[in-house]
């Protein structure tokens, strides 16, 4: 949902003028949160230093894997659950949802005759049934390959052939977010408007697919043409029901391919190989409850899966949600307005099956102790790299975040204030609306649900080009933009705590 939605979002945004709307080190003595208040002062309390949260991102990310329905998805989620418990957080718990896992057992992939190295496309291959395992028998699927460079098919004749295609990512014009933004804060000037972002989500993926498969094809071939040199690209599950096999293949490899089909001529042919299966699996969501004096609640929330180590997608994310949780936990109830939850969700990868759940279960039908008035969502705290000859290179910056909001205008100055307070360079804060495409809303965030099912959201995110590949490990988060983070948030938390709901949606 989030990919189509922000894929939208961008055209819109495309067709339309938009209005100007150091090493940081762990904290060892107590940190006074600039700004923090509550009803009852300045609260002087320790927030967990870079490396205490860094230390989180690191036993995430050595768990291994965390897909859902996997034994380290399920490590991940009781990690997350024993650490709440650990920092005093009460009715902690992992609560269970029916998702999906999709595994590829065996890929394979000739050309005219010429082995090219290959990845599964995930989330490919969807049996008919709509489980089981799929297979291209033992000597795969052979066919004739049509090159319909960066699609969709048009007029061109794929039925009954391999489409071989160049995924390219959307690039969004750094200017558009600048113009866009409610409020920018970069006190380096590092911000280029003639920049744009490139983020692996956004792309034309599901149109140039969902065109082959209306036209009749029976497999494809994704050549990774904005990518650096790795075939290595896990994607999320797209609104597309996909049920042909797929292959990716790097840009290097995509041109040897073209080679050989110049030199073969028309009717050449690819051999596909693709085994696995896509079976039921049980996404595993930690909630943790602390209470305060009131039954108004403010989620603070991320995802603790990933298809990879995830220490981008989506460990940092998850290791603010647990620094916060230390902070807050430490507090005495008299100093908390609002009660709190901390949530981590599964299936991000899978379809948000767990995201679903949550919203039937605490929004659709809320118990009385656990209105929920407010969404705080962290995700991807992340270095910035440039793809240089076919390879990743940091450029020393932190990855451009961008902060989604749908509160009124007191939060909105919290938020900025915040930001300030806390130095989170590099931070553009946007308002959800520009997302909402003839009505429909959704962000390309984990608070989407949130967000649609009427709540105010604040959602911080970053999107570099690396989170679906496994370079993307505990080094590619920047160590020392950890506690800035967890201050911004403490922050804007304790702000939201003295707010009424009517303050925090703007009604």
């Known amino acids: 949902m989030r990919k189509l939605l922000f894929s939208l979002a961008v055209i819109l945004l495309l067709s339309m003028t938009l209005g100007a709307c150091g090493n940081g080190e762990e904290s060892i003595a107590?940190?006074?949160i600039p700004g923090a208040t509550t009803a009852a002062g300045p609260v002087e309390a320790p927030v967990p230093g870079n490396e205490e949260i860094f230390r989180y991102v690191q036993d995430l990310t050595s768990i291994g894997y965390r897909r859902t329905g996997t034994p380290a998805g399920?490590?991940?989620?009781?990690?997350v659950r024993d650490r709440l418990t650990e920092f005093g957080v009460?009715?902690?718990?992992?609560?269970?949802?029916?998702?999906f896992s999709w595994n590829a057992d065996q890929w394979d992939l000739s050309v005219a005759g010429q082995s090219i190295p290959s990845f599964a496309v995930a989330n490919s291959f969807i049996p008919s049934t709509g489980t089981g395992p799929f297979s291209t028998g033992d000597s795969g699927l052979t066919a004739e390959v049509v090159d319909i460079g960066d699609g969709p098919v048009g007029d061109m004749d794929v039925r009954g052939k391999i489409v071989l295609f160049n995924l390219r990512f959307t690039p969004l014009p750094f200017s558009l977010l600048l113009d866009a933004s409610e409020f920018t804060y970069d006190p380096?000037?590092?911000f280029d408007p003639n920049d744009s972002i490139t983020q692996p989500y956004l792309s034309n993926f599901t149109s140039v697919v969902q065109s082959a498969l209306d036209n009749g094809a029976v497999g494809f071939v994704g050549v990774l043409a904005d990518y650096w040199d790795s075939n290595k690209y896990y994607n999320e599950a797209y609104?597309?029901?996909?049920?042909?096999p797929g292959l990716w293949v790097t840009k290097s490899d995509g041109q040897a391919i073209r080679d050989a089909l110049a030199k073969t001529g028309t009717g050449?042919?690819?051999t596909i190989i693709l085994k696995g299966s896509y079976e039921p699996a049980t996404a595993m969501t930690v909630v943790g409850f602390l209470p305060g004096q009131s039954p108004e609640t403010i989620l603070i929330s991320s995802h603790h899966d990933s298809v990879w180590d995830g220490g981008v997608e989506d460990a940092s994310g998850t290791a603010e949600v647990l620094a916060l949780a230390k902070y807050f936990a430490a507090q005495p109830i008299s100093e908390r307005n609002k009660s709190l939850m901390f949530v981590t969700f599964d299936s991000h990868f899978t379809g948000y099956e767990s995201h679903k759940a949550f919203i039937k279960k605490y929004i659709d039908n809320p118990v009385e102790n656990r209105r929920i008035i407010a969404n705080v969502s962290i995700e991807h705290i992340a270095k910035q790299v440039e793809i240089v000859d076919g390879r990743l290179t940091l450029t020393g910056l932190v990855e451009p975040r961008a902060?989604?909001?749908?509160?009124g205008p007191v939060a909105k100055q919290a938020i900025q204030q915040a930001i300030t307070d806390s130095d989170l360079e590099r931070t553009v804060v946007l308002p959800a609306s520009l997302f909402y495409v003839e009505g429909e809303c959704g962000l390309p965030t984990d608070a989407s649900f949130m967000d649609c099912a009427g709540v105010p959201v604040i959602?911080?995110?970053s999107g570099p080009v690396y989170i679906y590949d496994p370079v993307d490990t505990s080094d590619m988060v920047p160590i020392d933009q950890l506690e800035k983070v967890a201050k911004t948030f403490v922050q804007i938390v304790d702000r939201l705590d003295t707010m009424s709901a009517d303050e925090i949606s703007g009604q």
């Open 239 to 244: 609104e597309t029901s996909i049920t042909i």
């Open 403 to 407: 902060i989604f909001e749908s509160v």
């Open 268 to 270: 050449s042919q690819a």
């Open 30 to 32: 107590p940190t006074k």
């Open 459 to 461: 959602s911080l995110i």
């Open 74 to 79: 399920k490590k991940a989620a009781e990690y």
């Open 188 to 190: 380096g000037q590092t």
């Open 90 to 99: 009460s009715e902690t718990a992992i609560e269970q949802a029916e998702s």
